[in-house]
């Protein structure tokens, strides 16, 4: 059963922006921490952002002030807004949430090409 579910990828011009949604409402455990996470093409998983229970949040500087990560608890969903995009943002897109045990979604694709 799958139990994170990500969506609003898609194909966007470069300088475009898309907002991804994770959500993990089939989740009954107390979700600490979400995450997000990319898999580029022949490149190796990559941390994205992260948000805490508590509403700390992380951004990799390389993508701080393009990429932005929000959530709401109560909804056991969060979200990456994903601005300015570039071609070499173009990945698959994977939400994960950590609780009693780790929880992978199966991943949205983004393009980024003109």
């Known amino acids: 059963q799958v139990q994170l579910v990500e969506s609003g990828g898609g194909l966007v011009q470069p300088g475009g922006s898309l907002r991804l949604t994770c959500n993990a409402s089939?989740?009954?455990?107390?979700?600490?921490?979400m995450f997000w996470y990319r898999r580029r093409p022949e490149k190796p998983r990559e941390l994205v952002a992260w948000l805490t229970r508590e509403g700390r949040t992380y951004v990799v500087p390389d993508l701080q002030g393009r990429f932005a990560i929000s959530g709401d608890n109560a909804k056991n969903t969060w979200f990456l807004q994903m601005n300015s995009l570039k071609p070499e943002d173009t990945a698959v897109y994977l939400c994960?949430?950590?609780?009693?045990?780790?929880?992978w979604g199966q991943g949205t694709q983004v393009t980024v090409s003109s």
């Open positions: 089939k989740i009954s455990d107390t979700i600490y921490s």
């Open positions: 994960k949430a950590d609780a009693a045990t780790v929880y």
